[in-house]
């Protein structure tokens, strides 16, 4: 869950909980003010009853209404002795009779039905009536006597029933506003968070430079912020380091390498070598022509990510790879790999056409260099999708397994090392592939190919070019080994 979303369920969950403790002791003080006046009024009246019995020697009492404070006609009452003899009832004991209370209680609550046919008591639909009964006792004439007197009170239940349902309505309410303003609240009071968030997504090796703004509060979040920041000073001075020793290690080796390579080759000509010196001199010549392709590729890069040698200009991705491919025919006459070419000519993008150059080169090479030099196969398409150009390389060699999909394009991972190592790699080209896409804005994939083998995929922004200039739709070739036809 959201820390957003834990801070207004918090907030809301804190003020709905006091606001819900207040309400039920309002409502519970509400609730007893009532019964307690019906209470004393029912003493009252009870007392009045009893006071009247004690002058009446005679069985059952014969009471003087008139002089009671209300008419005991609108009470259920009942007055019984010692030996449990009836001394009074009044006219409601005649349709229903109330049960005795639960264990000692001197004040307790009954519901009933009562027919409105019999009686009216302000019954609800269901011809219910509460009654609120008390139970009183006295001395009369020197005898204990009980009384259980009651009154309806079917008028009060419902009308407490219906603050219970306005009061849960307006909490209902009131919960749905406390969620919206404890949102808002919450909102506000993680601005700052989600403000260093959104920076700290968008800083990424090439944008070290940003720092997150402090604010005005000396509190938690700006001394977080400065301690963020402190952070992002460190690292880019580190990658400036970095980036500036790759770049000044790898130009210093060049040169000494460069004339190592050229002594090497003039010993090389010298025709009175004997044959076992020779075969080393060449191995070591091997070993240092791989060292300056290593290192041209690590200054290459190095470049890339200064991205100090960009020149965008509009590039025709067609002609850009029909160049391309008509290098290679050289590298497949001396193979039996065929290769198909699908290309959409509408495919105008704006980038730096040496890199692209070089991009394209590395991912046709490794088609090539990988695949089978017997019954080989490399299909290579571009085409226009929705506003993006697709360049899909397809070759049918070995399959690179789906766990090194994403670590192929990290410096100096090698599928296979023997291989690598066979072919001449040194584990900077799909590094410099994905580092040119990256730089023109869009994207490379790698994935099972069609052909049994490893597809590469490139997807860059097209330009959109208008319908009347648009030359013939495709041009499809295919190269077969040793022979070329069209």
């Not at 490139?458 to 069209?486: E, F």
Request: proline share 4%; hydrophobic share 40%.
């Amino acid at each position: 869950m959201k820390i957003l979303y834990k801070i207004t369920l918090g907030i809301a969950g804190t003020a709905l909980l006091a606001a819900f403790t207040l309400a039920t002791y309002v409502f519970l003080e509400v609730l007893e003010e009532p019964l307690r006046l019906i209470d004393e009024e029912l003493v009252h009246v009870g007392n009045a009853i009893l006071a009247q019995g004690v002058n009446q020697p005679s069985r059952p009492w014969q009471l003087d209404k008139e002089a009671l404070p209300h008419s005991p006609d609108g009470y259920w009452i009942k007055v019984s002795n010692a030996q449990q003899e009836l001394l009074y009832r009044s006219l409601i004991t005649d349709f229903v009779d109330l049960p005795q209370g639960p264990g000692k209680h001197r004040r307790y609550n009954v519901e009933l039905v009562v027919p409105s046919s019999l009686i009216n008591l302000d019954q609800d639909d269901a011809d219910q009536v509460l009654f609120r009964v008390r139970l009183l006792r006295n001395t009369i004439n020197g005898e204990k006597v009980t009384m259980r007197i009651a009154k309806p009170i079917e008028p009060l239940e419902e009308e407490l029933l219906k603050v219970v349902k306005e009061a849960a309505i307006g909490v209902l309410v009131f919960t749905m506003i406390l969620l919206v303003l404890s949102y808002y609240l919450a909102t506000w009071i993680i601005k700052p968070v989600v403000t260093m968030t959104t920076l700290a997504q968008k800083i990424s090796e090439d944008s070290l430079d940003q720092r997150i703004p402090l604010g005005k509060n000396k509190d938690e979040l700006s001394t977080l912020a400065r301690a963020f920041n402190r952070m992002l000073d460190g690292l880019e001075y580190s990658f400036t380091r970095q980036k500036a020793f790759i770049s000044n290690g790898s130009h210093e080796l060049k040169s000494p390498l460069t004339r190592l390579l050229l002594s090497q080759e003039e010993i090389l000509q010298n025709p009175a070598l004997p044959p076992g010196l020779r075969g080393d001199l060449n191995r070591q010549l091997v070993t240092m022509q791989w060292m300056k392709k290593l290192i041209h590729n690590l200054l290459t890069l190095s470049r890339l990510e200064q991205q100090d040698t960009l020149s965008f200009t509009e590039v025709d991705l067609a002609q850009l790879l029909t160049g391309i491919i008509e290098n290679y025919q050289e590298m497949l006459s001396s193979t039996a790999i065929e290769l198909s070419v699908d290309l959409s000519n509408d495919l105008i993008i704006q980038g730096d056409r040496l890199h692209l150059q070089r991009l394209f080169i590395n991912l046709i090479d490794n088609g090539i260099r990988y695949n089978d030099p017997e019954h080989g196969r490399l299909t290579i398409t571009a085409r226009k999708t929705a506003g993006s150009c697709m360049i899909d390389i397809d070759n049918g060699g070995q399959q690179i397994a789906p766990a090194e999909h994403s670590l192929i394009f990290e410096q100096f991972y090698r599928v296979e090392q023997s291989r690598s190592v066979v072919h001449g790699g040194v584990g900077l080209g799909l590094t410099m592939c994905k580092k040119i896409v990256d730089l023109h804005g869009g994207r490379i994939l790698v994935q099972n190919g069609f052909l049994g083998g490893t597809q590469m995929r490139v997807i860059l922004p097209c330009k959109h070019r208008p319908a009347a200039a648009t030359p013939a739709d495709k041009t499809k070739h295919t190269y077969t080994g040793r022979r070329t036809s069209k």
